[in-house]
């Protein structure tokens, strides 16, 4: 649209209407110079928690420690208060039965012998089982409650997290150093 004479002489063009409100044109108008920078900033956290989510552990151990006198407390049909009613267990990690107990001990097909631990890799048969037979609970079984990894959209919150303090840092630093060097 080509400018009138009274608006070329004056400097002052003529005002348009938007149909946007005033706030959403005064961030589009201050915001888009930063939208590279924030994409950036976007970018750069998401792949700071990736890398965090990465470097989670896949196995781990999981150690149960049967006490001296299980056997004689399971017999009288008592509980052990220091044994877990539940088990947590991912696929491929390490369960590790170490049986203080003068009596062997079991867990699913895992036997412990007195005195030794004994270790065995967690499959899918013990790990999506719900409840395996075992022989330091008086009720003959323990639970087991399948623990995944989490997924990657779990991501998504420390994103947000790490995003909006850094961006809001960026933004107010590069404005600052606009007005100066402009100054």
């Not at 970018?43 to 004689?72: C, K, N, Y």
């Amino acid at each position: 649209m080509a400018d009138s004479p009274a608006s070329a002489a004056t400097g002052i063009r003529p005002a348009t209407r938007s149909l946007a409100p005033g706030w959403l044109v005064a961030v589009a108008r201050f915001g888009r110079p930063f939208l590279p920078v924030i994409g950036g900033v976007l970018l750069f956290s998401w792949g700071m928690v990736f890398v965090a989510w990465l470097l989670l552990p896949q196995a781990r151990t999981v150690e149960v420690v049967i006490p001296p006198g299980t056997a004689d407390l399971v017999a009288r049909g008592e509980s052990v208060e220091a044994l877990p009613r539940t088990l947590l267990l991912r696929r491929g990690d390490t369960l590790v039965l170490l049986n203080q107990d003068d009596q062997p001990h079991r867990i699913g097909a895992v036997w412990a012998e007195p005195g030794r631990a004994t270790r065995t890799i967690v499959g899918a048969s013990l790990q999506d089982a719900g409840a395996v037979a075992c022989s330091f609970h008086p009720g003959g079984s323990i639970g087991v409650s399948p623990q995944a990894r989490p997924g990657v959209e779990q991501t998504l919150f420390p994103t947000a997290l790490l995003f909006f303090p850094l961006t809001g840092a960026t933004v107010l630093t590069l404005s600052i150093t606009r007005r100066l060097s402009h100054a």
